[in-house]
């Protein structure tokens, strides 16, 4: 059994609202201060307020930022270096996607979901894992997603950017297994959260409806993650249908997946 690792400090991207505000009040217990992230400010002093009345001795920083933009994700790392609270927790969440086919998506989306699915969460990493490795430990959580085990028609260059982060996480596991440092790939399959309506194009409902059996609850998501954490796994898929959808799609022959993909219900 592991037992629950304490830490100082949090940085979650994305706390502004779904997994990453989940992420920050269930750990909310566990650390002494929060750095919440996200561009939405009112959501993110809501949540630190919140998160004040519950737990007092909790401090929470909450930083405003476009992490699509290098320089605001520069300025980010300064100011926490600044503050004096080095993270040794990072909850890279912050990310988003797009429904639809490619050739007809709006490029400044694709962009958007480039630089903060990948980009910022490589960029943040890269600023605080040295610190982790000179202090003797730390931990991090990269949100991936089941979409990263298969290529995706109609949601293409989401699934290809989370391949990047289990890949990513998966291999920086490894090198940082020497300095205490456990790297968790957290792949959740559909979640109820602002994720769906952010990567729709139209206001039309999604044409997604018909993964409604897998979906499941962001408390159960984040709950499972932070054992998983616990536990020092490489990845997590919260809930069964999950997990065992994963088992499916990982153990797929590429022919036979082409094959189902060429067959899904087009609109
Ligand atoms: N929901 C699902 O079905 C699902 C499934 C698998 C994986 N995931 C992954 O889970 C993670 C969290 O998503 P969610 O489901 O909780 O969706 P969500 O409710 O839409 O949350 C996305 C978060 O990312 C932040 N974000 C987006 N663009 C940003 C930017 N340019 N700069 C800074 N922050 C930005 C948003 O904050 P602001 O808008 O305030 O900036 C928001 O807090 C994502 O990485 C997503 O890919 C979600």
């Known amino acids: 059994m592991s037992s629950p690792r304490t830490y100082s400090c949090a940085l979650i991207t994305g706390a502004s609202s779904g997994l990453g505000e989940e992420y920050a009040r269930q750990l909310a217990g566990r650390v002494d201060k929060l750095i919440l992230v996200a561009r939405r400010e009112s959501h993110l002093t809501a949540l630190a307020e919140s998160i004040r ?23 980010l790392i300064e100011a926490v270096h600044r503050s004096g609270f080095v993270p040794d927790l990072l909850i890279n969440n912050a990310g988003l996607g797009d429904y639809g086919e490619f050739s007809t998506s ?11 699915n990948i980009e910022a969460l490589t960029h943040l990493t890269h600023a605080f894992v040295p610190e ?38 998966e291999a920086l596991r490894i090198e940082l297994l020497d300095y205490n440092i456990p790297v ?6 559909p979640v109820h959260t602002g994720f769906g309506k952010a990567a729709q194009r139209t206001s039309a409902a999604s044409e997604m409806s018909a993964r409604e059996f897998f979906y499941v609850p962001k408390e159960q998501v984040v709950a499972e993650s932070i054992s998983a954490l616990d536990r020092q796994s490489a990845r997590v898929y919260p809930g069964w249908k999950t997990a065992a959808l994963a088992m499916v799609l990982a153990a797929m022959p590429i022919v036979l997946a082409r094959l189902v993909m060429e067959r899904r219900p087009r609109r």
């Open 106 to 116: 709006d490029w400044e989306k694709i962009e958007a979901i480039l630089h903060v």
């Open 53 to 75: 009345n519950e737990f007092p001795r909790v401090a929470v920083a909450t930083y405003p930022a476009d992490l699509s933009q290098a320089i605001e994700r520069q300025q």
């Open 184 to 189: 968790l790939a957290v792949c959740p399959g």
């Open 132 to 169: 982790m490795i000179h202090r003797g430990g730390g931990a991090i959580m990269q949100v991936s997603s089941i979409a990263s085990l298969v290529p995706i028609p109609d949601l293409a260059v989401y699934a290809a950017s989370k391949a990047y982060v289990t890949s990513f996480s």
